[in-house]
T-cell receptor, first 114, second 116 residues
């Protein structure tokens, strides 16, 4: 069975400082992993996805994530936070056995302090 | 703007009632997914349709049903509503059928359902 853990329910950073949002997954097979962002009162938008190609994945708005199989992690990072990055971030896992049943993590709320 | 539209934006109803939520996918997308987002349960996958046929089921209650029409729009029907059904319901669409071809899903803005 697959599962996703987002280690922090809330992260607060100062504008211009690095962002780290942590995600660990559990999957019996080769997973596909995604990060989605949800701004207030908006739908979700795909930031980036890993599907067994390069382990370092670059996404939109300067975000990137690294797939580490040995640590079963897929942490999301950004070198310098902007005010517009304040949102809810979801880590998502899907694997070969149940691609149709994607599992969303509980979400991490990111606050950016001016 | 993702290209996915959902109506209505807000819906307020009473317990025991039935409502229908509507979703129009992006032009050309054959798959439609429904999700429920609530404070206590988080974001949960409910059901997927591909080109009019049910493709996958998630944590969808028996009181809930969905269908996808020939023009590819989809409706989610919620009946015998309970207070706990209050949530944000998202529709998403993608070009892919699912299975090993999982691809990006484009989400609509959601319908906020309040059950009083």
């Amino acid at each position: 069975a697959q599962s996703v853990t987002q280690l922090d329910s809330h992260v607060s950073v100062s504008e211009g400082t690095p962002v780290l949002l942590r995600c660990n997954y559990s999957s019996s097979y080769s997973p596909s992993l995604f990060w989605y962002v949800q701004h207030p009162n908006k739908g979700l938008q795909l930031l980036l996805k890993y599907t067994s190609a390069a382990t370092l994945v670059k996404g939109i708005n300067g975000f990137e994530a690294e797939f580490k199989k040995s640590e079963t992690s897929f942490h999301l990072t950004k070198p310098s936070a902007h005010m517009s990055d304040a949102a809810e971030y979801f880590c998502v896992v899907s694997d070969e056995t149940s691609y149709d049943k994607v599992i969303f993590g509980p979400g991490t709320s990111l606050s950016v302090i001016p | 703007d993702s290209g996915v539209t959902q109506t209505p934006k807000h819906l307020i109803t009473a317990t025991g009632q039935r409502v229908t939520l509507r979703c129009s996918p992006r032009s050309g997308d054959l798959s439609v997914y429904w999700y429920q987002q609530s404070l206590d349960q988080g974001l949960q996958f409910l059901i997927q349709y591909y080109n009019g046929e049910e493709r996958a089921k998630g944590n969808i209650l028996e009181r809930f049903s969905a269908q996808q029409f020939p023009d590819l729009h989809s409706e989610l029907n919620l009946s015998s509503l309970e207070l706990g059904d209050s949530a944000l319901y998202f529709c998403a669409s993608s070009t892919q059928r699912g299975g090993t071809d999982y691809n990006e899903q484009f989400f609509g803005p959601g319908t906020r359902l309040t059950v009083l």
